[in-house]
């Protein structure tokens, strides 16, 4: 399989492209062979035990945890799916009960030691290690999180089940359950911190399924495994709750940034002692009930850096902003680090804090968190050729040779347009590889934050495949990704495919770069000849016809909505002035209503789609 989900791009790109001239002005969609479904493996009958046989199992689920617990849980959770599989419940028991021939341990037992010998020193948090010992099935894990991932795992490898998205659950449903009979699964995840946002990232059990552990967009109690995240506010803290603009700017204008003269209540004077004092004081307080967690002290969305003398002598001599930042935060780091052993200061490489500075370096316990704002997406952000990335890639390597916790804030979105397309499929497993490779320990990718109604894309297909890279980089890509569009597209599925590989392949073409802001009018989005308009109009339109439910038709129909914004932008098409002169105000008038009947009321960052549009001579991107 492919080790990268679109390495079939480059294979494939001559191909299509002479299918192209050949086909001339006919719109007949190519489509790839189909593929099999093969990511639920069914072992030989020799190779196998059985759990489960005509509603019946001797089996029972021994666990020496109780309610609250997260391997309780873990044990409550194989419980329910196996049920929901076979329809047939296996009892849980304590480890204090009469040991049987056949049982699933779940997490840490009396019968470790005495049935079997497993070696916990190694691991963390959330390592996973599943196997079987004669007609036992042991699912065992860092007491944690570990035993209750391991559960996942367990469903996943061994009975194929997917947490596609919050309410499309794959469970191949069958009164015989078999597992081989030398099953062995283990996990180490890569990264210590995971997270995205986008919509199913938002539910408990599609985030413990799919292994997400922060706490920014879902509740992760101690009974679910507790959360690897943020408290006191995930980013942009330094004037809003570490030290608030709201409480201290009209006394004390001078703890925060002198910019062009003037003070500013944008940032924080970062030289300021009385500064350092307040922020450590509130650093404290917050950590008093969450001793463990990450409290984060961070710049704002603006370019306000403090340039008073104090301030600037720093910046000057570490060649950056990060100067400040860093000395300031290494400050607050040691203050706390004897109370707090556990806890972790986390700050900014973003914008003007983005360039390493030449001198000072993050303490262990600080956490920087760099973020790719300005990179272009059509391009891997190592790609040499693309000029966009290449100084974050140089900011990247540089910051891994002089942090231990470097964590990376990405982007995986349009922020300008969330209806339209963002072809970047093609890089996401690159990107992740990239950033594991360096040393980075936490990734964050940030989506549409607010997809529940601005979702006009791909909006669980995209948290999906970038919750399966969070947790393992070097997945088969290739068939995740072809398993979900099965389910969620139904017979349509080969026909989204093909619609996603064209666009990957003709985005960034010619030297252009598509950021996360751009224009999607602008070719650096797409760049696609009337014939290939086309022939994806064809793809969209066999791709409804396929659907086979009102649910699947649904899915079709709101993911095409982004292909019918890009062409409204574009005036392609049916939105040409000139070809359909007397129906493009129809044309858009069906697409504004059509955003209305399908729950999206957002086309852009931080406004509402306009309401009650009733002139339709502009284009879509006037209803932001």
């Known amino acids: 399989m492919y080790n990268n989900i679109f ?45 489960i046989e005509n509603g019946a199992s001797d089996y029972v689920i021994v666990c020496s945890k109780t309610q609250g617990d997260s391997e309780y849980t873990a044990a409550l959770k194989l419980q329910h799916y196996l049920e929901e599989i076979s329809g047939v419940r296996l009892p849980i028991v304590s480890d204090l009960d009469t040991v049987r021939d056949k049982e699933i341990i779940v997490g840490k037992t009396n019968r470790e030691g005495e049935e079997f010998v497993l070696d916990r020193s190694d691991f963390h948090n959330e390592d996973v290690n599943v196997f079987t010992l004669g007609k036992k099935i042991i699912i065992a894990g860092a007491e944690r999180r570990g035993t209750l991932y391991g559960v996942y795992a367990f469903l996943e490898k061994a009975l194929g089940c997917r947490w596609y998205a919050h309410d499309l659950i794959y469970l191949p449903e069958s009164s015989c359950v078999k597992v081989p009979l030398n099953l062995g699964i283990t996990e180490k995840p890569l990264l210590e911190y995971r997270e995205t946002d986008w919509i199913s990232p938002k539910d408990i059990e599609y985030s413990l399924a799919n292994r997400l552990n922060g706490n920014t967009y879902r509740p992760l109690s101690d009974e679910n495994g507790g959360f690897m995240g943020y408290v006191g506010g995930f980013c942009h803290t330094f004037t809003t709750s570490i030290c608030p603009a709201s409480e201290y700017f009209d006394a004390h204008p001078e703890y925060f940034a002198l910019h062009e003269n003037k003070r500013t209540p944008n940032q924080l004077c970062l030289t300021n002692p009385e500064v350092l004092d307040i922020v450590i004081a509130q650093v404290r307080t917050i950590l008093q009930n969450d001793p463990d967690a990450i409290v984060s002290l961070t710049q704002h969305d603006n370019q306000d850096y403090c340039e008073c003398a104090s301030c600037k002598a720093i910046d000057d001599y570490e060649g950056s902003h990060a100067g400040t930042m860093l000395t300031f935060v290494n400050k607050v780091a040691d203050a706390i680090k004897d109370d707090f052993p556990d806890a972790a200061i986390d700050t900014f490489a973003y914008q003007y804090t983005r360039t390493p500075p030449k001198h000072i370096r993050p303490r262990d316990n600080v956490i920087v968190r760099l973020c790719s704002i300005e990179c272009c997406f059509a391009h891997a952000l190592s790609d040499p050729d693309c000029e966009q990335n290449i100084q974050f ?78 947790w ?29 590989r064209i666009t990957c392949a003709k985005t960034g073409l010619n030297g252009k770069h598509m950021t996360i802001y751009r224009s999607m009018s602008d ?53 040409s002035r000139t070809e359909n002169f007397l129906g493009w105000k129809d044309e858009n008038s069906r697409l504004y209503e059509d955003f209305k009947r399908l729950g999206i009321t957002q086309l852009r960052e931080g406004r509402l789609m306009k309401d009650n549009v009733t002139d339709f001579t502009g284009t879509p991107d006037d209803w932001r």
Request: hydrophobic share 40%.
């Open 523 to 575: 070719r650096s989005v797409l760049t696609l000849t009337k014939n290939e308009i086309k022939y994806i109009d064809e793809l969209w339109a066999t791709a409804k016809s396929l659907a086979e439910n009102e649910v699947i038709y649904e899915n079709v129909e709101r993911s095409e909505l982004s292909w019918r914004y890009w062409k409204g932008c574009n005036k392609a098409e049916e939105f």
């Open 393 to 470: 890639y140089e900011d990247l390597k540089k910051w891994s040779e002089i942090s231990n916790r470097l964590y990376v804030w990405d982007y995986t979105t349009n922020y300008a347009h969330f209806a339209g397309p963002f072809p970047n499929f093609h890089v996401i497993q690159a990107n992740m590889q990239l950033f594991v490779e360096n040393n980075v320990v936490g990734v964050y990718e940030e989506g549409n934050y607010t997809a529940s109604n601005s979702d006009a894309e791909f909006a669980e297909y995209r948290a999906y495949l970038l919750s399966r890279l969070l």
């Open 472 to 500: 393992d980089p070097y997945c088969d890509l290739q068939k995740e990704s072809d398993g979900f569009l099965r389910e969620y597209y139904g017979d349509a599925w080969q026909y989204i495919r093909e619609y996603i």
């Open 7 to 51: 390495e079939i791009i480059k294979k494939t790109a001559a191909l299509f492209s002479v299918l192209y001239l050949i086909i001339g002005n006919s719109v007949n969609p190519v489509i790839p062979p189909f593929v099999p479904e093969d990511y639920i493996v069914v072992p030989k009958e020799a190779e196998t035990m059985t759990l």
